[in-house]
Structure formats: structure tokens, C-alpha cells
């Protein structure tokens, strides 16, 4: 059987939680509401993360974009994502919500801005 302990970030609560796992038999305790118990389940089954990351810029105010996947994605993709994010650049003017990456690494999540940028 195997044991892991999380801490649940499914509310400001931040419950401590075990999981056991037995086969495809999982207990989650420690919850104090069924958000942990539905984290704890998609973390040790199917983890996923939003990727936070930033674009350069051209004809900017500023020479770089933050942006970050639109969704959560398969951890597994992280160092994916980055790779394609690290080939972008964009043209002045971007705007917060803009998708500067469709599809990115064949996730089917895109990849958008999260500041505004004007034309220098």
C-alpha cells in the first residue's frame, strides 16, 4: 500500500490529507469538505497545472508579456509548454486575455496574456 501526504488547495482551509492506495482502491482522510477529497483523488490519479511563465515583447512599452496556460494541463506537459513558450514573440500591442499560444504542445489548452502591453 502505498501512503502519500498533501496539503488540499481546494479552499483557505489547507487541510492536511493522506492518501493511501491500494491498487485502484484510494481512502483520502484529513478532508474537511469534498474539495479535498476530489484534490486528493485528481492529484495522485491525474495531477495537473496552471503554467505561469512570460513572452518577449517587440515594439512594447515593456520588453515582456506574463501569461499563463488558459487551464490546468497535464503535468507531464510542463517542460513542453515551456519549450514553446520560450520560442514566441510578440508585436505591441498586447492585450490581457489575447492568446499568444493556441493549442500549445497539442494540449488544446492555449496559452494567454496576463498584463497589457502599448505600442512603445
Known amino acids: 500500500m502505498e501512503v502519500r501526504e ?3 488547495i481546494g479552499c483557505p482551509l489547507g487541510c492536511p490529507l493522506t492518501v493511501k492506495m491500494d491498487g485502484e482502491n484510494i ?3 484529513g478532508n474537511t469538505c469534498k474539495r ?4 486528493a ?3 495522485v490519479l491525474s495531477p495537473t497545472r496552471i503554467v505561469t511563465s512570460t ?5 512594447g512599452a515593456i520588453e515582456m508579456v506574463s501569461v499563463k496556460t488558459k487551464t490546468d494541463i497535464p503535468k507531464d506537459k ?20 489575447d492568446v499568444i ?17 502599448a505600442k512603445a
Open 6 to 8: 498533501l496539503i488540499c
Open 27 to 29: 481512502e483520502v482522510s
Open 36 to 39: 479535498g477529497d476530489d484534490y
Open 41 to 43: 483523488r485528481k492529484e
Open 55 to 59: 513572452v518577449h515583447v517587440t515594439g
Open 78 to 97: 510542463i517542460f513542453a509548454i515551456m519549450d514553446e513558450i520560450r520560442k514566441v514573440t510578440v508585436e505591441a500591442p498586447v492585450s490581457i486575455g
Open 101 to 117: 499560444i493556441d493549442n500549445c504542445a497539442g494540449t488544446g489548452v492555449p496559452v494567454i496574456a496576463t498584463k497589457d502591453v
